[in-house]
């Protein structure tokens, strides 16, 4: 075999080998953003977050509770007695959008008067707090969610 032909070999190997591992990496976290490293600790029935001490509640984690960037903070929200969802506030769908000309007012996730729905007030896409399935806008993506293991009085928050 002659070496112009050894090269186009080894190069469409290389080509086709690299096509391979970005089609598998892309299935893998669904095309979306990979989500920032995360480990928290929680005590969701004191009164430090006692928005989540009931069923139905929400709070905001950000960085005075352990958060570290980049991410944007955490939602969590108490489904039943013993399970919470956690859902990281960087939005999966234009995560860098921003809302005014100056850029100054860039996209979040938030509850608030939305609830039971997650708001991207940047792209008006609408999310169910309840397991981050999108409800209206543009995002095709769900919420980004945490694992969220509940032990006794401890909630633990991890990626």
Known sequence: MNK?????????GVIIFLLLL????EKENGGRLPLPPMNLTIDPNSTIYQEINVVG???YLGYEDGVDP?????????????????????????PDSCCNENK???TSLLVGNYFPFV????????YLI???????????MSLSMFVTEYYGDLLYIHD
Not at 22 to 25: E, F, H, I, K, Y
Not at 119 to 126: V, W
């Open 22 to 25: 970005s089609t598998a990496c």
């Open 119 to 126: 708001m991207d007030t940047c792209t008006g896409s609408k």
């Open 70 to 94: 980049p991410s944007r903070g955490v939602i969590v929200y108490r489904l039943s007695t013993d399970q919470f969802m956690a859902y990281e506030r960087t939005p999966p769908f234009k």
């Open 57 to 59: 509640g929400w709070v």
């Open 104 to 106: 100054t007012v860039c």
């Open 130 to 140: 309840l397991d981050g399935s999108v409800v209206s806008g543009l995002s095709n």
């Open 4 to 12: 112009i032909k050894l090269f186009f070999h080894i190069k469409s």
